[in-house]
């Protein structure tokens, strides 16, 4: 008998290694290292997801993407009413025989049914009792001691408007993916319709972040800047139907950025953040972004706004865009990529307001790239007209503008008279 027990051999099995969680595969870039805008478009949009919809009364689901379609719950007009003064009757008794039939008798208003060979007098507008056909204008006949006596006949529908003729009971009045605006909510509520199943708007965050920012009103010091970007681009993606909240870290300080970040991805579908023009405000909010998330960053083929940044941050994954701080290049970076996702939260169309334009002057891009130009769109008649606007106050520029001129890849001149695509900004373009 052995004097010690051997101990049983345990099997060790080697664990396989946990693979870091990361982001799906870029889009490859060309030769000179670029990602097309097509290409970065695409790959941002499939990083997100429509919000899920959930019912909503009429008034709160203005201007959101309908998720069911909406059949009509009831007929319009809901009773066969009268379309002028004279009498409810059936078109059958007003004939004996191919001749005209004996006097009508008289029937009280309120009756439910109308019996054979009665009348009921009707004003227009005034609903008609079950049975009744036709409404026999008054000139049509005489009355006399209860008595209708016939002058002339009327077929069955005739001066009659029928239960929905106007709207019958299951007309398709709203499909999935319409957008629910001001005549459509009229248009359901007239059909009985008081809830709608519809995608909320995404709750945007917009993060101001930079050193030596200064709040509108604030006291402006030597070194400092406006902090306008952040209001601007609140705007914008207002504009594009989100509910939008802003917040501001008028610092460098990597803590307080993260946790004002972090403290704000409990409320945020999409966080935007808009940092002060100096490398280092950008640099700054891109290392949180890196610690909390998962990043890509790229060079674009665009100009301006060739530096793009995008992660899911946080627990939750929560999208976040990071602007550029030039204000231009952060409003058409917005407008590129911002606007879009925020779309695509809604479950809306992600396509920008596209138009054609004639070309009132020479306008230069680089081939290769894709150059959004600020401009100014005018309508004489059918035909729109689009002229570059270029100011050196930046935030003056884009005030004047209302349209970005997109000239593509291959494109290096247009010349005046020829036509170039522009997306509009304003919806009345």
């Keep these: 008998m052995p004097w010690f027990a051997r101990k049983p051999q345990i099997e060790v099995v080697d664990e ?10 870029p889009p490859a870039t060309d030769a000179a290292g670029l990602r097309s805008v097509a290409d970065h478009t695409e790959y941002l949009l499939s990083l997100v997801e429509p919000l899920r919809p959930f019912g909503m009364s009429l008034l709160e689901a203005w201007d959101q993407v309908m998720c069911e379609d909406i059949d009509s719950m009831v007929n319009v007009p809901a009773n066969s009413t009268a379309k002028i003064a004279g009498y409810a009757v059936r078109a059958s008794d007003l004939v004996d025989d191919g001749q005209l039939a004996a006097p009508l008798t008289l029937v009280d208003g309120g009756v439910d049914r109308l019996p054979a060979s009665g009348a009921v007098v009707v004003a227009p507008g005034d609903a008609l009792p079950a049975g009744a056909t036709a409404v026999l204008p008054a000139t049509f006949a005489t009355l006399t001691d209860g008595k209708v006596a016939l002058i002339e006949k009327v077929a069955d529908g005739e001066y009659v408007r029928a239960a929905g003729e106007h709207l019958r009971r299951g007309t398709r009045l709203l499909s999935a993916g319409d957008i629910l605006g001001d005549r459509a909510i009229g248009l359901l509520a007239g059909a009985g319709v008081d809830k709608v199943l519809v995608r909320p708007r995404p709750r945007v965050v917009i993060v101001s972040s930079g050193d030596r920012r200064v709040e509108p009103g604030g006291e402006m010091q030597p070194g400092d800047g406006a902090d306008a970007n952040s209001f601007m681009i609140a705007a914008a993606a207002r504009a594009a139907g989100a509910t939008v909240f802003r917040v501001a870290v008028h610092s460098n300080d990597v ?45 674009v083929a665009m100009s301006p706004g060739r530096t793009q940044t995008f992660g899911l941050v946080g627990e939750d994954r929560v999208p976040m865009l990071m602007l550029p701080g030039n204000p231009v290049s952060a409003y058409v970076t917005f407008q590129a990529f911002g606007r879009p996702l925020i779309r695509r939260l809604m479950g809306a169309t992600t396509e920008h307001r596209s138009a054609r334009a004639i070309a009132t002057g020479t306008l230069r891009s680089v081939k290769g790239q894709l150059h959004l130009l600020r401009g100014h769109v005018r309508s004489e008649g059918s035909i729109r007209y689009v002229e570059q606007v270029s100011m050196p106050h930046a935030l003056g520029e884009l005030a004047a503008s209302n349209t970005l001129i997109v000239l593509d890849e291959h494109l290096e001149v247009v010349r005046p008279g020829e036509a170039v695509r522009v997306w509009l900004l304003d919806e009345e373009d």
């Excluded at 409320?267 to 405000?281: H, K, W, Y």
């Design 255 to 299: 803590d307080e950025i993260r946790q004002t970040v972090t403290d704000q991805l409990i409320r945020a579908d999409l966080v935007i953040s808009a940092t002060g023009g100096r490398r280092e405000d950008y640099e700054a909010m891109a290392s949180v972004m890196e610690e909390i998330g998962l990043v890509d960053t790229v060079a």
């Design 16 to 25: 396989a290694p946990v693979e870091e969680p990361r982001l799906p595969e």
